[in-house]
């Protein structure tokens, strides 16, 4: 009889965790660092297909990381799977608050309840308040039985007396044994945009500021390269890459030939307009990610901009005292076509 799905706890590094699993997928999360997926095990194959930053999880109180700059979502950053709200990127100003590099909530602790448990299903609510701002975002995981799928159940609710804005993004990071030369990087997002600023100076390898068709980039050796294609860790370049236009559906997939086996996401995209595909491929020579760093970022964004350049744009999403907003994000693991 395959196994049922289960729900326990134990620690990873001395950071309390919550362990989901089904008889496929087995799903570690750091409640009380950020609420972090730290592992999304996919059983049949033994592979953890997050990508963990070298240097390592360091127990809470460690100093931090060095190259962390004073950015707290760096100081003891391991890789895996962060949310980011209200703010993704820079740090940034609201309302004459302070938000800091990628937002509030990765960088607090949240509490958890069981909301099922049973052995077809199970669910387990998430939950944080912010600081600088007056949200509470929920997060309910949930886990069939004999699925590869995870669903993420998600709620932002304005709980203050005055109008709020937001923007938001998952930080979702693959790698590790699975991630080979000749992978495949597909996703609904049509256009490519790099920024003015160039991410790291020696190992990047796509001219800024341009504005491409998928999934053709310009470099800035005046050549062009296909970024549905994966190189090795030999191609040495660290980039970071926008995408956006997004036709159909929110999605994004990493897939290894080889092996047949894909991972995707899933989401609303007339809510997470943007794709944010950072690519260390080899070339992170920058602390805290050495040059040993090769992976590939699929994270589905709200916008590019950070919150209080958004609320000028009119890009940030208000929510008025009392309403929410609710969405879903499914990771999914497959196997052939």
């Known amino acids: 009889m395959a196994a049922t799905c289960s729900i326990s706890t134990g620690s990873e590094a001395g950071h309390p965790a919550v362990y989901l699993e089904n008889d496929l997928l087995a799903i570690t999360v750091l409640p009380e660092k950020g609420?972090?997926?730290?592992?999304?095990?996919?059983?049949?194959?033994?592979?953890?297909?997050?990508?963990?930053?070298?240097?390592?999880?360091?127990?809470?109180?460690?100093?931090?990381?060095?190259?962390?700059?004073g950015l707290e979502f760096m100081e003891n950053y391991e890789g895996c799977w962060q949310e980011l709200f209200p703010s993704c990127n820079e740090p940034t100003i609201y309302n004459g608050a302070a938000i800091p590099f990628h937002g509030e909530v990765a960088n607090l602790a949240w509490t958890y309840t069981i909301v099922e448990e049973n052995a077809d299903r199970i669910a387990v609510r998430f939950q944080v308040e912010t600081r600088a701002t007056t949200f509470r975002l929920e997060r309910v995981m949930r886990l069939e039985r004999g699925s590869t799928r995870l669903t993420l159940d998600e709620t932002v609710t304005n709980i203050g007396a005055a109008e709020q804005h937001f923007v938001w993004g998952h930080h979702c990071v693959v790698g590790g044994p699975w991630l080979e030369p000749g992978s495949n990087l597909e996703m609904s997002a049509q256009?490519?945009?790099?920024?003015?600023?160039?991410?790291?100076?020696?190992?990047?390898?796509?001219?800024?500021?341009?504005?491409?068709?998928?999934?053709?980039?310009?470099?800035?050796?005046?050549?062009?390269?296909?970024?549905?294609?994966?190189?090795?860790?030999?191609?040495?370049?660290?980039?970071?890459?926008?995408?956006?236009?997004?036709?159909?559906?929110?999605?994004?997939?990493?897939?290894?030939?080889?092996?047949?086996?894909?991972?995707?996401?899933?989401?609303?995209?007339?809510?997470?307009?943007?794709?944010?595909s950072w690519q260390p491929y080899g070339g992170a020579e920058v602390l805290p990610f050495k040059a040993m760093s090769y992976a590939v970022g699929i994270e589905p964004w709200v916008n590019n901009k950070p919150l209080g350049a958004a609320v000028e744009a009119g890009e940030a999403i208000a929510l008025a005292p009392g309403a929410s907003l609710s969405t879903s994000v499914v990771a999914e693991v497959t196997i052939g076509s």
């Open 35 to 69: 609420a972090d997926i730290y592992k999304f095990i996919h059983k049949p194959t033994g592979l953890d297909l997050l990508w963990k930053n070298p240097v390592g999880l360091w127990p809470p109180g460690s100093p931090p990381h060095d190259g962390s700059g």
């Open 191 to 276: 256009t490519i945009v790099t920024s003015e600023q160039i991410y790291e100076e020696k190992t990047a390898r796509l001219e800024p500021g341009q504005r491409e068709p998928w999934p053709y980039a310009r470099t800035r050796n005046g050549g062009r390269v296909d970024l549905s294609v994966i190189p090795g860790p030999e191609t040495h370049s660290h980039d970071d890459v926008y995408l956006t236009d997004l036709e159909g559906e929110g999605w994004i997939s990493v897939t290894n030939p080889r092996l047949n086996l894909t991972f995707s996401l899933h989401w609303d995209a007339s809510l997470f307009k943007w794709i944010i």
